[in-house]
């Protein structure tokens, strides 16, 4: 290998020399695109592939391997002979940008790993690119490797577009690759439909095809959950309940779980404690996520004592309370505005060595002053869970409809603080708000920014902020000829 592809940095040196580039810089959307992997929480579900990966950042040629992809430097990419798991890893890095993450996969040129293949149909679905994605599941065929998981991705990816049609399409499509669509993929695809709101939808597909897949407890578990704990519909739960019984499925502790989930969501508390009785008359066990269900409808519905005593109950049943639990607590406490006790209950959660979560804080934030909101993004940066682009919206949100204009002013220049940037929904609420404070000529400067900055014009705001710039310098003019007159 060439001199210069041997030419290592220690890996703290070149991380502290991607941060410190400036936007213009060829290398800096892989900074970008680095550290904003490595500052993802692990529990990011939508984020995250169907995939078991263990991807390796700390690999130290990683960083290297980035840089001759954006140089394209196929001399030393060539000599680097890129491993399976450091494509992998150069993959995830770049999924932001899938014509880099792209160039990285073709370097496995033989298409002959499965889980790059997957990984990168991911990315490419993720992106919509399905007809690239495709192409890929073709070369995995082709190749005598199974592309099993490829239409599973495939078909989730569809479904987060929106596009049922075409999720329902692919796994009807599975027999061309030599697939027998079996109960685990349809299972995928109902819970892939319901997980991105397409729960009816799903509903029919499991009932158009009873006879293929006879109607059992497992998908109308799937359908059950997509109304109760996505769409949160508790009419359409209902429904779903007494059809599993009119088709003669007895519902399970999963299905008590997820109507419980539903009714505490609606604040009924009395359906809650019915359905937890009647579960308790079964001998069935509750889990964490029905205890957690009690705490929360217990505390909106104004029963703290009781939700304390409903952690205690699962503490005695041998379970853990975990962030979740005090989050059922913490939320409904901010959202009635009771702070004090909302941070009795956090100091409580931190004394039983249990970390905060995003949740957490972003309850905090939508109840807290700007006082408050300063303070709680400080303990959020401490904690290691640094503010991200959604606690700013929630914070700059609640502080237009105080009328606080200043404060969100305030609130802006703390987001470069925090080094978060702002998007095109952050600029497009600040123009909002500012013209709903009346502030225009404020309003008209974010407005130039956020166009300037690439974001897509809004023709109705433009032509509200000109008519009240104009109609304020025309007041202006008025004001200063009547104190001349006024003289005379």
Not at 225 to 247: F, Q, S
Request: hydrophobic letters at 40%.
């Amino acid at each position: 290998m060439a001199q210069r592809c041997h030419s290592y940095l220690s890996i703290s040196k070149r991380l502290h020399a991607f941060a410190i580039l400036k936007p213009s810089h060829p290398f800096a959307s892989f900074s970008q695109a680095f550290y904003q992997t490595l500052s993802l929480p692990s529990h990011s579900k939508s984020q995250f592939p169907p995939l078991n990966f263990n991807f390796d950042l700390d690999d130290p040629s990683l960083l290297q391997f980035l840089q001759f992809l954006q140089k394209d430097d196929k001399h030393c990419l060539s000599s680097l002979e890129p491993s399976r798991d450091l494509i992998c890893s150069a993959i995830w890095v770049l999924r932001e940008d899938w014509k880099h993450a792209l160039r990285a996969f073709e370097l496995n040129s033989d298409c002959n790993d499965e889980k790059a293949c997957n990984l990168m149909i991911w990315v490419l679905g993720t992106h919509g690119k399905f007809s690239t994605a495709w192409s890929i599941v073709r070369d995995m065929h082709s190749s005598s490797l199974s592309t099993h998981q490829a239409m599973l991705i495939i078909i989730d990816r569809y479904a987060s577009a929106n596009n049922s049609a075409k999720a329902i399409e692919t796994f009807n499509f599975m027999n061309k690759f030599r697939l027998t669509p079996d109960q685990k993929a349809f299972h995928a695809l109902l819970t892939a439909l319901c997980k991105y709101g397409n729960v009816e939808e799903a509903e029919e597909f499991m009932l158009v095809n009873k006879n293929l897949f006879p109607l059992e407890i497992e998908s109308f578990n799937i359908i059950l959950n997509g109304w109760c704990n996505i769409t949160t519909d508790v009419y359409e739960a209902k429904r779903v309940w007494r059809d599993m019984l009119k088709y003669c499925i007895t519902p399970d502790a999963t299905s008590y779980s997820h109507m419980i989930s539903c009714f505490s969501k609606e604040g009924n508390l009395f359906d809650s404690l019915r359905l937890y009785d009647q579960m308790k008359k079964r001998e069935w066990i509750p889990g964490i996520e029905i205890y957690n269900s009690l705490v929360y409808v217990l505390t909106r519905e104004n029963c703290p004592k009781e939700a304390l005593k409903t952690i205690d109950k699962l503490k005695e049943q041998g379970l853990q309370p975990d962030s979740a639990t005090f989050n059922s607590m913490i939320v409904p406490l901010c959202e009635a505005g009771k702070l004090a006790m909302a941070r009795i209950v956090l100091n409580t959660m931190i004394e039983e060595n249990i970390s905060p979560t995003v949740e957490t804080y972003h309850a905090f934030f939508e109840a807290t002053d700007y006082h408050g909101t300063l303070e709680f993004l400080s303990k959020m940066k401490g904690s290691g869970l640094s503010p991200n682009k959604d606690s700013f919206l929630i914070i700059l949100v609640k502080l237009f409809k105080l009328k606080q204009p200043v404060n969100a002013l305030k609130i802006w220049a703390e987001m470069k603080k925090y080094k978060v940037v702002p998007t095109c929904i952050h600029y497009r609420k600040m123009v909002e708000g500012l013209v709903t404070c009346r502030w225009f000529i404020k309003a008209r400067d974010f407005y130039e920014e956020m166009i300037s900055n690439g974001c897509s014009e809004d023709p109705e705001l433009h032509k509200i902020i000109q008519k009240e710039v104009l109609g304020s310098g025309d007041k202006r003019k008025q004001n200063v000829k009547k104190a001349n007159s006024d003289k005379v």
